[in-house]
């Protein structure tokens, strides 16, 4: 986890809420006093080493019901979900399996982990209820999501199964909030690290911000920090960021 990286972006951007994965750090790991002492708190599932997600609020937005993981009696220790309810908002944060190669056993892994994440909607949740579903997917939902379609169709990242996945999840009631306010291609939220992939904007978007009715009705518009993909110790993701009305 970057973690002076962090402060920095909320200092900067303030956001009510802020959704992290791939936290790659235990929950006694996480830097709470240095989070707290700019003004956040907030609900950690950690894992040493791999995988981990967090739920960050501003001071004075408390986070009620925190909910770990699937809930739905798996043998799966995976630090993959979070869910918190934030006033009269439930946030769910996710870090799907990245499945590594089509047709490996981590690649199941990633299909089931989809189907097992409709479930877990269905069990819990209403598409009446205001709520967003986001965090890094692993997965490009369509060809204007992808700079080289015609090459990553093949991957584990645009493959046409993953991508039905995601739909499969989505159509439960969901909505890509950036795709509310922006409908061209080009916009990318993850670069490889090597072939000078940032540099030519050969990138995916693959970390969505997903809400229910209630809340893309008051969805007043979307952004990608890809500045945050510059400097020193950068991540290969860049955060994805959404405005909504008071609900």
């Excluded at 269905?122 to 992808?146: K, M, Q, W, Y």
């Excluded at 997903?210 to 993909?229: F, W, Y």
């Amino acid at each position: 986890m970057r973690r002076e990286r962090l402060l920095r972006w909320l200092e900067a951007n303030r956001p009510d809420v802020l959704c992290l994965q791939e936290l790659k750090a235990t929950e006694a790991q996480f830097p709470h006093e240095a989070v707290r002492a700019a003004g956040y708190d907030g609900a950690v599932l950690g894992q040493k080493g791999y995988n981990g997600v967090a739920i960050l609020t501003r001071a004075g937005l408390p986070l009620e019901d925190v909910r770990p993981g699937l809930d739905d009696g798996t043998d799966d220790s995976s630090a993959r979900l979070l869910s918190a309810r934030v006033g009269s908002v439930r946030i769910v944060t996710v870090y799907v399996p990245n499945g590594q190669v089509v047709g490996s056993d981590k690649y199941a892994y990633k299909l089931e982990w989809f189907k097992r994440l409709r479930v877990y909607l269905e069990r819990h949740h209403r598409t009446s209820e205001p709520l967003i579903l986001c965090g890094d997917f692993n997965v490009a939902p369509e060809a204007r999501d992808v700079d080289r379609p015609k090459e990553w169709e093949r991957s584990v990242l645009f493959h046409v199964d993953v991508r039905a996945a995601l739909r499969e999840v989505t159509a439960w009631g969901l909505t890509d909030a950036f795709r509310l306010h922006h409908q061209e291609g080009g916009f990318y939220t993850w670069w490889d690290y090597r072939m000078l992939s940032f540099p030519k904007n050969d990138g995916l978007r693959l970390d969505l911000i997903l809400a229910t009715r209630p809340l893309t009705e008051r969805c007043t518009g979307t952004s990608i920090d890809r500045n945050e993909r510059k400097g020193k110790l950068a991540s290969d993701h860049v955060p994805v960021l959404a405005t909504f009305a008071e609900y």
